[in-house]
T-cell receptor, first 111, second 116 residues
Framework: GIQVEQSPPDLILQEGANSTLRCNFS?????LQWFHQNPWGQLINLFY???GTKQNGRLSATTVATERYSLLYISSSQTTDSGVYFC?????????????FGKGTHLIIQP | EAGVAQSPRYKIIEKRQSVAFWCNPI?????LYWYQQILGQGPKLLIQ????????DSQLPKDRFSAERLKGVDSTLKIQPAKLEDSAVYLC??????????????FGQGTRLTVV
């Protein structure tokens, strides 16, 4: 099955800094999602981005499917951005399409 | 639009007891997933349903875990008997369609299970 690797595993930044989180995947995918898991455990959808670039406020994401990686950019970090960020991917060729998750990036934004 | 609903939010049981979790997906979503998230790890898929049929249960420990989605809407995940290593958050997710088209999956708040 698909392998998903995220880096870095941990990241500590000051408020206002910018950050880039990386997700590498081992095979072709037609579903790639970025999530933010808040302190209460809820997985918040950030982006559904199997290819291309999307932006939502201070967050943006790019997936280069041919090179099997995706990047999540956070600009002007705020303390509320703290938490764990997960990348998850799957490929559906007409069968199972459950997401495979990476181990996450634990982001801490200090005031 | 209401999100994915799960209950209970928390459950503490003794080992060898049984437990059941309930999930109601987003209205109209044909595909439903159950994931297990152990502390410090990413969620791992346990089972996927398309309407009321099982699409993938390859990672479900079938000797103790079972799941059903009888009417193609709500789903129940059961553990019997529970082991200490089953302590985890159990997440339910749904998506609009599956199998031939990937679409975005949305997650419920999860049920945090502690086995003592």
């Amino acid at each position: 099955g698909i392998q998903v690797e995220q880096s870095p595993p941990d990241l500590i930044l000051q408020e206002g800094a910018n950050s880039t989180l990386r997700c590498n995947f081992s095979d072709s995918v037609n579903n790639l999602q970025w999530f933010h898991q808040n302190p209460w455990g809820q997985l918040i959808n950030l982006f559904y981005i199997p290819s291309g670039t999307k932006q939502n406020g201070r967050l943006s994401a790019t997936t280069v499917a041919t090179e099997r990686y995706s990047l999540l950019y956070i600009s002007s970090s705020q303390t509320t951005d703290s938490g764990v960020y997960f990348c998850a991917a799957s490929y559906s060729g007409g069968g199972a399409d459950g997401l495979t998750f990476g181990k996450g990036t634990h982001l801490i934004i200090q005031p | 639009e209401a999100g994915v609903a799960q209950s209970p939010r928390y459950k503490i049981i003794e080992k060898r007891q049984s437990v059941a979790f309930w999930c109601n997906p987003i209205s109209g979503h044909a595909t439903l997933y159950w994931y297990q998230q152990i502390l410090g790890q990413g969620p791992k898929l346990l089972i996927q349903f398309q309407n009321n049929g099982v699409v993938d249960d390859s990672q479900l420990p079938k000797d103790r875990f079972s799941a059903e989605r009888l009417k193609g809407v709500d789903s129940t995940l059961k553990i019997q008997p529970a082991k200490l290593e089953d302590s985890a958050v159990y997440l339910c997710a749904s998506s609009l369609v599956g199998q031939t088209m990937n679409t975005e999956a949305f997650f419920g708040q999860g049920t945090r299970l502690t086995v003592v």
